[in-house]
């Protein structure tokens, strides 16, 4: 490969790179979107009403004593006497059993939300609009950078060529 066709070859390339850096820079005008992430967090009270189960152990006393006979029972326990040898023996037992009792407990419910928020960032009116020249500055610029940019590398591939 020769050394004019390589510089040829690189010139192309470099302008090619920077006519699609100046594009790719270059976009129209759109709205501005601002996406929020909104958190909250909620607390409630609130009263639940629940059942809790209470157990009652089983429980036996006896008792010994100069006396006559008796029996006594209720819900809860039951009680047997018996004389013997002029003594009476007692005993008493519970019945094991589960009692159901209404509690109201107070709970404390905790709300996780994640909330996206959009805005979109609206025109804005001014006070004094742009004149045509200045509108005209504006809509050429990126003209005049890629022809300037043009010419800087138009005048770069001469002077290489013109290298011994």
């Given at each position: 490969m020769d050394n004019k066709s390589y510089i040829g070859t690189l010139g192309r390339s470099v302008l090619v790179v920077v006519l699609f850096s100046l594009l790719s820079g270059c976009s129209l005008l759109r709205p501005k979107v601002i996406t929020k992430i909104e958190k909250e967090v909620e607390y409630r009270?609130?009263?639940?009403?629940?059942?809790?189960?209470?157990?009652?152990?089983?429980?036996?006393?006896?008792?010994?004593?100069?006396?006559?006979?008796?029996?006594?029972?209720?819900?809860?326990?039951?009680?047997?006497a018996v004389v013997s040898g002029g003594y009476l023996h007692h005993s008493l037992e519970s019945i094991p059993q589960i009692i159901r009792v209404p509690v109201v407990v107070h709970v404390t419910d905790t709300i996780y939300r994640e909330k996206e928020a959009v805005e979109t960032i609206k025109e804005v009116k001014v006070e004094k609009p742009?004149?045509?020249?200045?509108?005209?500055?504006?809509?050429?610029?990126?003209?005049?950078?890629?022809?300037?940019?043009?010419?800087?590398?138009?005048?770069?591939?001469?002077?290489?060529?013109?290298?011994?």
């Open positions: 009270d609130r009263e639940v009403h629940d059942t809790a189960t209470v157990e009652i152990p089983i429980e036996v006393e006896r008792i010994v004593t100069r006396d006559t006979s008796s029996h006594l029972e209720n819900s809860f326990a039951k009680s047997d742009l004149s045509w020249s200045q509108k005209a500055k504006i809509g050429a610029f990126p003209w005049l950078v890629i022809g300037f940019l043009g010419l800087l590398i138009w005048v770069t591939k001469k002077w290489w060529l013109r290298l011994p």
